[in-house]
């Protein structure tokens, strides 16, 4: 057996049995998934997943960053490769490194996933290697492995991507068109049409302006292109917009300077700056187009990109090497909170890979400003430890309902229900600790061990 | 049952054995409050207390910050009314969103004075909110409910107030030529005659001048008023001072080129970094007068005041708009160190919003400087969480006698008794942790729940 | 009884019982100790230690800044006096203030030296100051006492030194020469000689040309001298080096620009900015040279150095009064990992005095570099709590496999085994956590539990 019935529970007896009483009630609860990198495009075409290896190693810069920072090269991972020459190959190195994952929560992910949906019984190693991917690429082969029926399978009531304010939104208009009863909403994320150090950025603009029809050479062309495209986002079930910047800084700049300031980014000579004041002004804009028009406005900043030149190079974005920063929000968001902080419109969900600042800042923020709300740990945190610090950090000032429920974030279709599981054990651990404190009641632990799971999420993200 | 006899003790029944065994000891202690916003004049007076709303409500931004976090309007709380037209109605919007507190600590302080004060025992809601309004405005027109039966009741054997240094000190006057036996002392806290950038500092600066009767035009002279006042605030039992500056900044200037600073600062066109070094040079001056006349010294640094631009212009200041910010002891103490750090006469008590700095700067400071002591958790860390994580990451380098026991610091009287009441029991509650670690023997541990409970606090603060 | 079998082992029975089980594996494993303190000269000399107070006050600065911190002065305890006058007055005001140590590693270190080593059973205090004075005095006196028996005695397998590159080693070399059969050591320490803030900067150049006659007045030359003394050392067993810069800032010039700052560095008047950039070229030609010879290259950086400027000029370097800074990673090192981050064949270990750098930047950057491993928890933080922290914040994203098993970084000989025995039960009790988690199984925890105490540090070290 791979995975215990209770695991993640406090091992104290009188805590323990409250904590399985909460799960209970809410294990079975179906998952709102409002944040995450799922390729709409697998159900829209709705074919077989590949082999073990594309499907678990190859997408998840989790896996192979931690094979690659222990000596195994991505090339014979095949990283970056379309189709895999000698995916058992692959599959083998990872085998023969499993170990490397003790005590991560992508152990714990990939277990889930290896029992629950392959019925594998044995840790993965060096010797059940060819098994596994036997077995794995048996399975996939079967009408119960497509994308759909796992969507239906992993009891999802809605599904959230992250789409580039380019993306022609094709494949969720094909979901939408075709008969399929699903709810799978695209995310508005406007990173290559808003940040000037985003790689193309000036032939990002003028596309935006060809699928828009606006003259994106004036200010008032540009904001117009972005407020058409959030509406055919939202045509699409879209709720909710993703700002992924390097830090959280926003501007308030009056409109002429902002106009002005547009002109010499598109000149294409600015200095640093300047681009990072036009991100910030950019935020701000965009938190006045969502009191506009409802979009629900989620910021994830303090990953320095890239951070591996040579992995960059040849491998390009998202491959692993992105590190955090120390990232600051008290004096970096106040020019937007001046502007719009007290509108109760707005939903502006923060989120932080630097969790110095949950009780220094983002708890004290959040317990204030309406329009703010805190975001679940995310990435480097999204895990058992991590959820735990997110919990008591910021729950003694902001308490529970200046959260969002969970975020799986994830490009591992596959490892969604094991997130969510995760998530909801490490809740229903945390709210037990508070009852056998008490510091909380029976009743009043169930009615959170559900808002937490289903009720937070839904609202926050209007979904 | 509001609140259990067991709350926050550890769930492991041998450790939570020792925890109570200790509590046992302390749980009837004296309260020792070095550090606090209560209001003299309220035992000057000794007037009834309002009603429930005027009391729970009104004063308290931990309360109200929350609910505003959350889309309910100050104006329907009737924040900064000095008389609610509807205090029933308030009361009614605040137990209608009692909910928002689980888990924060001012649910557990409100439950213990509605359980031990009023003898409520079911919690707050919407369904019982004018049951709890017409018991709580009965008692309070009650002598039980006198601010000095209270302060009885409460079991104080000392209350420390905080006041500006331009205060008259009429109630403190007042108590002290009053027949009853209690101690409630100021402190001297000189901000807005310290801190250019404080409302109104040049008039601020005169007030000095006169109420003193020195010149306050010249270095010398200001300095003078300054120590004049300290003297009046001692006259009346004052043996701490208190100084909330924004960062914790200090400065070592010659007496010549302070004084030329003083001179541009009191013509008003400095820039903020020269403001800054007069807090910062300040800091260093006011050390120095403690040398001189045995008043401990406290920095209470790291918030970013008044952040919510909108509730300052329509509320003004301390409304739960102040929000902590990153903050740097290590090189900003040091010229202030330089100058005084090995004094044996001198106490200065450093507090922080910035937990990250427990254990990377402050017990390195305090395990070192013999003047250094640590404040307990400040504010929004002021929790049972926040306290642990105090503990857990200071101890083991400065050890207990570099701290100082608790200090309340509230607004509101009637939390007093159970803000102590959670200090207590989380001080056992880790103490019992050690002692479990064998880390600790249980004598030790039992000297040790003293101290922290009432020996520290006695002597740092010399009361 | 001082110290309890028990110990440091989570109260939870289930727990506890794995942990005991995975501490009886590694309890008797054989100590590497892979980075100290220590001196060469006492195994070279092999004289017995002199008396309790010159052992165990005098040379641990964790001791005296504690008590100099509760207005102890140093000179009542005759810090830097080569011969104590009163070494039974000094035990005598140690002992008087034991109790400062309650809930400090530092307690727990001496106890078990007192119990293990000397047979001691009652606490230390001013009664039995004397009593205890006359035993370890005694046992001092007798053979089993010798350094090298005690090293021995402690079951010690390899034991590293720290050397100024300036070091002639001849006590590294008198004990290669003898007939004794141990492994003592050096590790290549070049601050001196790299770091123009040092004291006496030039001189030690020169005597740097001298030792190795290369001409140290040219870039080339003196980077030749460098490599002749990484050489000399590696001869004598050194197989790292350590770096204890201010900060872990790296730098990528080209040679010409090296040798041009080589060159105004010489000439001596440099701004600080252009030390520091040397500094940060310095730990980039440092790990250039890993590479060509295979030494592990080590960072120490964020402490602020003789903060306390009164203690510095009357005692000098490294007697407690270093105080932590925030400290950088992610940016600081991107010039190194730019230029050799991806390399196999280098292994660099990062520590840091900055515990919020522990799931922010480190777990992050050695969960992907190849080169980078992270070493154990440093100074302030090599305590229970600190390890137990470290192990939470980075195992998740680092795993175990890049973490380098403990350091005892210690000046105490005497402190060794209790200090590593300390980092073995706190690691089984984390690890039996995550079994009773249902995180990891039991066979699993236990080839950890071995890799943790052994193996890894081993491997990291190539020892």
Known sequence: MLIHEDRLFPAEPGIRKIAKALYAQVRSLPIISPHGHTQASWFAKNEPFPDP??????????VYRMLYSQGVSLEDLEIGQAELKDPRKVWGIFARH??????????????FAFQELFGMEERLSAKNADH???????KLRTPEFLPRALYKHFNLEVLATTNSALDSLADHRAIRDSNWKARIVPTFRPDSVVDPDFNGFAGNIAKLGEQTGEDCSTWAGY?????????????????????GHPTAQTANLS?????????LILAGNTEPAQNELFRAQMLTEMARMSIEDGLVMQIHPGSMRNHNHLIFERYGRDMGGDIPRTTNYVDALRPLLDQFGN???????LFTLDEST????LAPLAGHYPCLRLGPPWWFHDSPEGMMRFRERVTET???YNTVGFNDDTRAFLSIPARHDMARRVDCAYLAKLVSDHRLEEDEAMELAHDLTYGLAKKAYRL
């Open 53 to 62: 290896a594309k499907l678990f190693v190859q997408p998840d810069h989790y």
């Open 98 to 111: 499993y170990y490397l994952f003790r005590g991560t929560p992508t152990r714990m992910w990939l277990d």
């Open 132 to 138: 596994y991917f036997d077995v794995i690429s048996e």
């Open 223 to 243: 904001l117009k292109a972005l407020r058409v495209t959030r509406r055919q986002f939202q045509e699409l079930g879209c709720t909710a917009t993703d700002h």
């Open 255 to 263: 409109p002429a300077e902002a106009g002005k300031l547009f002109q």
């Open 343 to 349: 509108e109760a419109g707005l939903t502006l969900i």
């Open 358 to 361: 949950y009780s220094r800042e």
């Open 398 to 400: 902001a308490g529970f």
